[in-house]
């Protein structure tokens, strides 16, 4: 086991002359960059929704979010949001347009399987994960919130 790990040093050692430099910089610029331009045209939807449907900035939050989850998709089937991601990195998967952008290409890479077995199986694979994450994480939110004002009080 010492000799294998011995080994495994030895290589890496040897092999990260060889190895490109990453532009982390660069690259948090690029993120930081695109992720607010996502963020700018989400809040454009929303001042659109909250001017022209007189919704109230809490009602407004849902049909946002929705068209962003749909821009994401169409521009995931166009092969234009693949790009973008390639450029900008985790300034194009953090926002909900990354996780919009995730669901569509499982469904666009498994759609000759058919719509069940295919798209519908292959899609919520992804899905299924998130949506188990945030529903525990807003329980223990919700209990962590009662149980500090029940202490309060």
Same mark, same amino acid.
């Given at each position: 086991?010492?000799?294998?790990?011995?080994?495994?040093? $030895?290589?890496?050692?040897?092999?990260?002359?060889? $190895?490109?430099?990453?532009?982390?910089f660069k690259n948090?610029?690029?993120?930081?960059?695109?992720?607010?331009?996502?963020?700018?045209?989400? $809040?454009?939807?929303?001042?659109?929704?909250?001017?022209?449907?007189?919704?109230?900035?809490?009602?407004?939050? =849902?049909?946002?979010?929705?068209?962003?989850?749909?821009?994401?998709?169409? %521009?995931?089937?166009?092969?234009?949001?693949?790009?973008?991601?390639?450029?900008?990195?985790?300034?194009?998967?953090?926002?909900?347009?990354?996780?919009?952008?995730?669901?569509?290409?499982?469904?666009?890479?498994?759609? =000759?399987?058919? %719509?069940?077995?295919?798209?519908?199986?292959?899609?919520?694979?992804?899905a299924g994960a998130?949506?188990?994450?945030?529903?525990?994480?807003?329980?223990?939110?919700?209990?962590?919130?009662?149980?500090?004002?029940?202490?309060?009080?």
């Open positions: 086991m010492e000799d294998q790990k011995k080994k495994q040093k $030895q290589y890496l050692k040897k092999i990260k002359p060889l $190895q490109p430099k990453r532009p982390i948090g610029i690029k993120a930081y960059v695109i992720g607010g331009i996502i963020c700018a045209i989400g $809040q454009g939807i929303s001042n659109f929704y909250l001017f022209t449907f007189d919704l109230t900035e809490r009602t407004v939050i =849902s049909p946002t979010i929705a068209t962003l989850i749909l821009i994401a998709a169409l %521009l995931t089937g166009f092969g234009v949001y693949d790009r973008l991601g390639q450029f900008a990195g985790a300034g194009a998967l953090v926002p909900v347009t990354g996780f919009s952008n995730a669901m569509t290409s499982a469904a666009l890479e498994h759609k =000759s399987e058919g %719509l069940v077995f295919g798209i519908g199986s292959n899609m919520f694979k992804i998130v949506i188990v994450f945030g529903v525990v994480s807003a329980y223990l939110v919700g209990l962590t919130r009662l149980l500090v004002q029940t202490l309060i009080n």
